[in-house]
């Protein structure tokens, strides 16, 4: 039997997605893949598969689907309530869907979630990559009805869970300097680092408006910038003195002051932020910066070793209650996890 | 004519992101600091620095992205002034393999509704500004923003109009838009604050084919006026839109 998912419903920005598709920038095409690359290792080390694997990216709406054979998943990002046959599923684990299953994800409270699929989803390659990039015109978003194609599986565990990087409740990005941050008076550079913003409710993969009390933020001058080469992370403050952090399907190009970059490997901590909370920003010095990007890479090629089994012996589990409290997604009972 | 860099304070390396380099030749956009961005970055990819994962030109400047695991930034940087000092590249020709591009177009009409207000702004007809679009071949100076998507240049002084203030919600593909002495022609739909004066059949970005980029930095695009009535002819030709190409170096 074919081994596929049938997608049942499926709420604005679902889209296939992986690590993107590095080196077209010279042609103007932006990397693009999933807005939490981190989420993404992670449900690869939850399936222990490669991370190069394409998974289903949520974008705060819903998703319902169903699996035509037996299929490990995992369950990553910004946690929504999951339910398999009615039955809540963990977040930020793995576990096996019998043939047939239906697994329905909802109550999302923003950010990106992902679905992981033993074997990932087999979309043609386009370019290097089976990404969706929306604003380049490859791929779409997934509609009810569609049907998605898996990879062959090498098997696995699964009911194994870990506790992922803080991310998902705001707080301060790092940016190191631009090439125009100098271009934004010394002032200026520190009201912005002391302001505290909101993600604005327009967003989409190309970028992220941040919107805070007060006067907007803005350059000396009416100064023209050739445009150049601009990367993810970058803050642009546009006309209106908003910030808008561009992300991974951004424009090559651009013409903006920008005021910083925020680091990689904060991103996450972008994207994840739920609508009403509070982000700031502070700058690092590029020594600094580079350490932190070679820690959090070292940090996510140990991801395998913080797996531990979802299924656990209440004796052993001296938080049990917390842990129910805190996810509000399991019963005591479901701690069994789906029966393999 | 000797072209030496314009001040002495260029050519600059600067970083960019926590793992990229930015090397400009100029702050504004000249012939010479154009050229000298698409053979730096030939001899970047060419020299096959330690690390260096991906290269890119703008306008005026080279950017390059590294594997912050594989070299840091002050070994690199050396690696890149070193570089730089190898030639002078605001001298260097352009790059061999360029086409020029013969690329019908239909100016004006309710497919390009801003001819007349770019016009204006320009100080001359919609027919003498049609005229001008099409008296010289333009270069490819840059490919960015969108996938294949080209800054063709350098239009007469009069064409230094600003960009508007609004930006227009939408134009097609294909579109062909004016500001800053260049003209952009659009690869995907897009919102954009350039003014929309042509319309083109052309498919720049054509992911489904083995080659799916249409045009590179240093081409040529001769655009040839066409009547509304021979556009929607030649719109259900081709993806290339009646565009025909040929080799200029």
Redesign the interface.
Known sequence: MIREIVVHRAGPGVTIQDMGR????????SRGGAADRLALAEGATLLNQPDDLAAIEIAGSFLGLEASTPTRIALTGAPMRALCNGDPLAWQSSHALQAGARLELSGSAGGYSYVHFGGGIAADV??GARSAHL????GQMLEAQDKLALGADSGGRVGMTFTPLPRFDGGTLRL????QTRLFSQAERTRFTQTPFRKDARANRMGQRLVAEGAGFGTDGGLSI????I?A??VQIT?DGAPFVLLSEC????GYPRIG?V??CDLPRLVQAPANASLRFTFVP??E??AL??LE?ARRDALRSKLRPLIRNPHDMPDLLAYQLVSGMTRGDELEGPST | MPVTPETPKWPVI???????F?I?F????TEAANRAALAF?AALDGAGLCGV?????????V?L?FD??AV??ETLRAALAALLQQADWYAAPLPTGRKLWRVPAVFGTALAPQLKEAASLAGLSPDQAIAEFCAHPLRVQ????????P?LGQLPPQWDIPRQ?GLTPRVPEGALAVAIRQMVLF??STPTGWRHVGQTALRL?Q??QPD??ILRPGDEVQLVPVTRAEFENIRQSDALGGATSQAVA
Request: no cysteine; aromatic share 6%; hydrophobic share 35%.
């Open positions: 590095a080196g077209w920038l010279a042609q103007g095409l386009i370019l604003a380049a015109g490859l190191v300097e631009t090439p050739l445009s150049e080469t990367v992370g970058d006309g424009q090559t190009t651009g970059t680091l990689p590029l020594p910066a580079a990007e070679r890479a | 600067q970083g960019i992101g926590v793992d990229g930015l400009t100029n702050d504004s956009l970055r994962e991906e290269t890119s030109t703008s306008l005026a400047s950017y992205r912050l695991r840091d930034h840059a490919i960015g923003f969108a996938p294949g998507q800054y203030t690869s995907v970005f992911p489904d799916p980029f």
